[in-house]
């Protein structure tokens, strides 16, 4: 890794927005992959995550919010060790098309970032830096007796 890499590095772990706004691609159902240009509420939505331990969001479909939880989930376990991250949906594939965004922004980082995949099925990811990403769809039990580093809860 070079001086240029390392500064990336440091600073997309410093700014999750400078991460996404960089390196993040989402898909789009008709053009593939694009890079995920952020209109200012969800720069708003990721600073709120940022300074806040709970957020609820109440919004309207189609305003790219579940692509951009992914793509902060993403950031988080790349760049932090030991994380733990639930989803937890209303329907199972509801959680699985979410952690399937997440799988889609650590797939196209450069090599030189991604921490390496020690784990990947439809339902879970594990990097080799130790944090994880499950998802579930609703039940009894739920995220219940999980040491969770952040739990998302996708349209309840």
């Not at 952690?99 to 450069?110: A, G």
């Not at 499950?134 to 998302?152: C, D």
Request: net charge positive; aromatic share 10%; proline share 3%.
């Amino acid at each position: 890794m070079d001086k240029s890499q390392a500064y990336q590095i440091a600073r997309c772990r410093k700014d999750p927005i400078f991460f996404i706004k960089q390196y993040a691609l989402i898909r789009h159902p008709t053009k593939g992959l694009l890079k995920f240009k952020l209109w200012d509420f969800q720069e708003e939505t990721v600073e709120a995550f940022l300074a806040n331990s709970y957020n609820i969001i109440l919004k309207a479909r189609q305003m790219g919010l579940s692509t951009l939880v992914a793509a902060y989930i993403a950031w988080l376990i790349t760049f932090y060790k030991n994380k733990e991250v639930f989803i937890l949906a209303v329907k199972q594939d509801m959680a699985i098309n979410l952690i399937s965004k997440v799988k889609v922004v650590l797939e196209n980082i450069p090599d030189w970032m991604n921490p390496g995949v020690l784990l990947n099925n439809r339902q879970s990811l594990e990097l080799a830096n130790g944090s994880k990403v499950k998802a579930s769809g609703t039940t009894e039990s739920g995220a219940r007796s999980e040491s969770l580093s952040l739990l998302v809860i996708d349209e309840a």
